[in-house]
């Protein structure tokens, strides 16, 4: 089971992600949460990255493909594992086939998210993420119980720098030119599956794992 999460920013990679791996117990590999992580404790690749992800722009090949090597060989990873993020260009696409072939593995299996432009705008605009524990939620379509406050610990939920409007348009823009064609080299690899990414993430996750479960779930490490 290794997929990769396709999609444009705000599809909703991060939350379906983190579904997939209650339900299947394979871990998600977010290379922008890695990269968050490092910003915050100002590591040479977070000092590096930071004033690019608040750009917008995307963090050079070379260190996100450091990132997934190193994650790769966890041993967490032996039995699967769901890319949130990564890969994002057609760089990142080739080493991580590198990758997975030199470890024996099959190549991944890319789930593309289509969500409308203006779904998008609205979606990123309103994600909000607990500071403690990660929870995603939106302040139109999934607000939280108290206003600014996660349901699970109450920690504080924050917005992402960069989801501010002027460095969404960036944000899209990236990934139009470099992510989008990554949509082609699955699918010229027949290993793509296109999933409608509108409605309540509730909507989208059964569409999802009916989608997923013939393919790749199938008795592989189930929690029940
Ligand atoms: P995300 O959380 O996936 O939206 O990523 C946030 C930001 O981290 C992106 O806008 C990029 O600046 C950076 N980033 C995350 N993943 C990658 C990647 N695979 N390649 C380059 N930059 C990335």
Avoid at 27 to 49: E, F, H, N, W, Y
Avoid at 82 to 99: K, M, W
């Amino acid at each position: 089971m290794r997929l990769v999460l396709l999609g444009p920013p705000g599809a909703g990679k991060g939350t379906q992600a983190a579904r997939l791996v209650e339900k299947h117990g394979v871990p998600q590999l977010s290379t922008g949460d890695m990269l968050r992580a490092a910003v915050a404790a100002k590591t040479p690749i977070g000092l590096r990255a930071k004033e690019i992800m608040d750009a917008g722009a995307l963090v050079p090949d070379e260190v996100v493909i450091g990132l997934i090597d190193e994650r790769l060989g966890a041993s967490d990873c032996a039995h699967g594992f769901i890319l949130d993020g990564f890969p994002r260009t057609r760089e990142q696409a080739e080493r991580l086939e590198t990758l997975l072939a030199e470890a024996g593995w099959p190549g991944a299996l890319a789930v593309n998210l289509r969500v409308s432009y203006t779904d998008l705008i609205r979606r990123l605009t309103g994600r909000r993420t607990c500071a403690v524990c990660g929870e995603i939620y939106n302040i139109h379509h999934r607000p939280p119980k108290r206003a600014g406050r996660c349901d699970r610990d109450a920690g504080e939920l924050v917005q992402r720098a960069d989801d501010r409007e002027e460095v969404i348009q960036e944000r899209l823009n990236q990934y139009d030119q470099q992510t989008k064609p990554l949509v082609d080299f699955y699918r010229q690899r027949q290993a793509l599956v296109e999933i409608e990414g509108e409605g309540s993430p509730d909507e989208l996750t059964a569409r999802l794992l009916g989608e997923l479960e013939p393919l790749v779930f199938a008795g592989a490490g189930k929690k029940s």
